[in-house]
């Protein structure tokens, strides 16, 4: 099974930036999805972005389109979350994620199985 560690996680002022990162324990290649999901205390989870093989195509949530970027480097099995402009409504523990299936997952972004997700990593935006 593929394992994702996360990191680059932090504490960052409203209009702030962060870069998180994923490093797949495998060859990314053969992931369709890779991608990112939050879920803050009391809310429920919420696909982030997502991008497909390739790294052609990319999927955003409408809260986040024009201020993150998802980018994979498959020569370091690594795929990236830029965070731009963030706001105190991003405070949330951040997972990666990843799938075989080029499907979007509302609430996980590349799969709902927790078998497929990392351990997180927290973003706190505040002033």
């Known amino acids: 099974q593929v394992r994702l560690v996360e990191s680059g996680g932090g504490s960052v002022q409203p209009g702030g930036s962060l870069r998180l990162s994923c490093a797949a324990s495998?060859?990314?290649?053969?992931?369709?999805?890779m991608g990112w999901f939050r879920q803050a205390p009391g809310k429920e989870r919420e696909g982030v972005a997502a991008?497909?093989?390739?790294?052609?195509?990319?999927k955003y949530a409408d809260s986040v389109k024009g201020r993150f970027t998802i980018s994979r480097d498959s020569t370091k099995n690594t795929v990236y979350l830029q965070m731009d402009s963030l706001k105190p409504e991003d405070t949330s523990m951040y997972y990666c994620?990843?799938?075989?299936?080029?499907?979007?997952?509302?609430?996980?972004?590349?799969?709902?199985?927790?078998?497929?997700w990392g351990q997180g990593t927290q973003v706190t935006v505040s002033s």
């Open positions: 495998e060859d990314t290649v053969s992931l369709h999805c």
């Open positions: 994620t990843w799938g075989r299936r080029g499907s979007w997952y509302p609430g996980t972004a590349c799969s709902d199985d927790s078998a497929y």
């Open positions: 991008i497909y093989t390739a790294g052609v195509a990319t």
